[in-house]
């Protein structure tokens, strides 16, 4: 059974296979209607029940519209109106769900959950997003890094802002893949500084947030409040510094990139001559989470690596 709860459970062998699955399924299916499956659709039959505990747009439309182009089906369900909403234990629902869907993807507030679903799951279980980690957003990352012609093995990546869910899965990566994170994130809203060096060791975080620009290949930020936290104007005033501006980007090399998985918030994490100007990615970053995912569907069902 190959669950995908974080990137250490398809490891670096894994993530490359599915990195090289995506660039090829994409260049092959270029023209294609959105909603034509691809010419050897190798999901289909399958179905894939995804829960929704929190919001979404691209994770919601990209997982659809993955499944459905590898020849499957999906089912989309609002935690909210499940009996999940009211009650009814993660490990039923994990149960129950396994008996009318071949895979589960979940977005929880919870990554405890996700791991329950998983344990009581008798088909692959996919993280959509928890308060811990965003594997899946990571692997499109990386697809658009690797497409904009960039290897990964010693790149530099800056993180500036939050030390959130986003940052840890990035960080997971760079100790897969061989490439460094330095993160920028005031204190109080920084992850531990031991777990990031215990997650990878390529990782450090700084309080500066030019020295994390300084010489990047790649510059990452996100909502400075992600989905479940308050509103605390503390926060926003402590992160003001960390805000990607051209500033900050002149810093970094001269081809660098910039990324955001998206909802962004212009004038807060990122000024909007950054996030819409020509060194951003986010739209075609935005895109290849289709692409990253089929390969992930793909590598549940052990079709790759
Ligand atoms: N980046 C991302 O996961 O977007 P959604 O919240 O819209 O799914
Ligand atoms: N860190 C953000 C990511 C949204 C895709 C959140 O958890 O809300």
Redesign the pocket.
């Known amino acids: 059974m190959r669950h995908f709860l974080n990137l250490t459970d398809a490891g670096a062998h894994g993530i490359a296979a599915m990195l090289a699955d995506a660039h090829d399924r994409k260049a092959a299916r270029a023209g294609f209607p959105k909603g034509r499956a691809d010419a050897d659709a190798p999901l289909a039959g399958h179905a894939l029940a995804m829960v929704f505990e929190?919001n979404s747009t691209?994770t919601r439309v990209s997982f659809d519209m993955a499944i459905r182009q590898l020849g499957g089906s999906s089912i989309v369900l609002d935690a909210g109106t499940m009996q999940l909403g009211r009650g009814e234990s993660v490990a039923d629902t994990a149960r129950i769900l396994s008996g009318y869907a071949d895979a589960i993807m979940i977005r929880t507030d919870d990554h405890a959950k996700l791991e329950e679903m998983a344990h009581h799951a008798t088909v692959p279980v996919i993280n959509g997003?928890t308060?811990a980690s965003?594997p899946c957003?990571i692997m499109a990352d990386l697809l658009t890094i690797v497409e904009a012609g960039k290897a990964l093995p010693g790149l530099k990546v800056a993180w500036l802002g939050d030390g959130?869910?986003?940052l840890a899965s990035i960080v997971e990566a760079a100790g897969l893949m061989h490439f460094d994170v330095v993160a920028a994130c005031p204190p109080g809203f920084a992850p531990e500084e031991e777990a990031i060096v215990a997650a990878s060791g390529r990782a450090r975080v700084v309080a500066d947030p030019r020295e994390a620009a300084e010489g990047a290949d790649i510059v990452v930020t996100?909502?400075w409040i992600?989905?479940?936290q308050a509103h605390a104007d503390a926060k926003l005033a402590a992160l003001g510094p960390y805000q990607v501006t051209p500033d900050l980007m002149a810093l970094a090399k001269p081809d660098a990139k910039f990324l955001h998985?998206?909802?962004a918030h212009r004038g807060e994490e990122v000024t909007a001559d950054v996030i819409d100007g020509p060194q951003s990615l986010i739209w075609a970053e935005a895109e290849n989470r289709l692409h990253a995912q089929k390969s992930v569907l793909r590598w549940c069902f052990g079709q790759i690596g």
Do not use: A, E, F, I
Request: aromatic residues 0%; hydrophobic residues 25%; contains cysteine.
């Open positions: 929190k691209r997003l308060d965003h957003q959130n869910n986003v996100d909502t992600s989905m479940g998985c998206l909802p």
